[in-house]
């Protein structure tokens, strides 16, 4: 059964770098997503990506994240200067594929990359 | 501001019981609804969705919608220790809108 996937599985980052977050969606799916996980805390949608454009984001998702397209596959989230609080669970999920309205519009979540920010 | 409230628990289970997890929701616009399953350190696990008022069954799991109460809710039948879990109750505006989880309830099936 086709999977999201996302790499790395763990990156440690020095405050204030950069880092990109990979995703490779499932591949007949449209919608793109980027969620976030803090330990402890409940799941925060981030930003949601259609047609090569952010269609929603969250109030969370300022001038410090970023997410690209660069091919037909990858799907990735750019924070340009991490902060300790950006420390977490990062998820990418798809949605869209073919089928009825449940299934075109249920989102399936990658394993996820944990950031840890030093 | 879009509200999932889900008690926290623990909520604990005898194996082969019936466990209910409940979740209410603050926009009455709200179109879609999801139960994911989370373990500890992993990525949420769709389990069920449900857009139509009344219940949805999917072998031993059955999601029961209330739009006018706001109100979602999920029955787990014959309960097993590997559904140990957080179950994570997620309501969307419909379509490809992001989704607003609930902190989740944590469920302890004892064998």
């Known amino acids: 059964e086709p999977e999201v996937t996302q790499t790395p599985s763990h990156q440690v980052t020095q405050m204030g770098q950069e880092v990109i977050l990979r995703c490779v969606p499932i591949?007949?799916?449209?919608?793109f997503y980027w969620y976030r996980q803090i330990l402890g805390q409940k799941v925060e949608f981030l930003v949601s990506f259609y047609n090569n454009e952010i269609s929603e984001k969250s109030e969370i998702f300022d001038d410090q994240f970023s997410v690209e397209r660069p091919d037909g596959s990858n799907f990735t989230l750019k924070i340009r200067s991490t902060k300790l609080e950006d420390s977490a669970m990062y998820f990418c999920?798809?949605?869209?594929?073919?089928?009825?309205?449940?299934?075109?519009?249920?989102?399936?979540f990658g394993p996820g990359t944990r950031l840890t920010v030093l | 501001q879009k509200e999932v409230e889900q008690n926290s628990g623990p909520l604990s289970v005898p194996e082969g019981a019936i466990a209910s997890l409940n979740c209410t929701y603050s926009d009455r616009g709200s179109q879609s609804f999801f139960w994911y399953r989370q373990y500890s350190g992993k990525s949420p696990e769709l389990i069920m969705f449900?857009?139509?008022?009344g219940d949805k069954e999917d072998g031993r799991f059955t999601a029961q919608l209330n739009k006018a109460s706001q109100y979602v809710s999920l029955l787990i039948r014959d309960s097993q220790p590997s559904d140990s879990a957080t179950y994570l109750c997620?309501?969307?505006?419909?379509?490809?809108?992001?989704?607003?989880f609930g902190k989740g309830t944590h469920l302890i099936i004892q064998p």
């Open positions: 591949s007949n799916h449209l919608y």
């Open positions: 449900i857009y139509s008022n």
């Open positions: 997620a309501v969307s505006g419909g379509g490809a809108d992001g989704l607003t």
């Open positions: 999920a798809s949605s869209g594929g073919k089928g009825d309205r449940g299934r075109r519009y249920t989102q399936y």
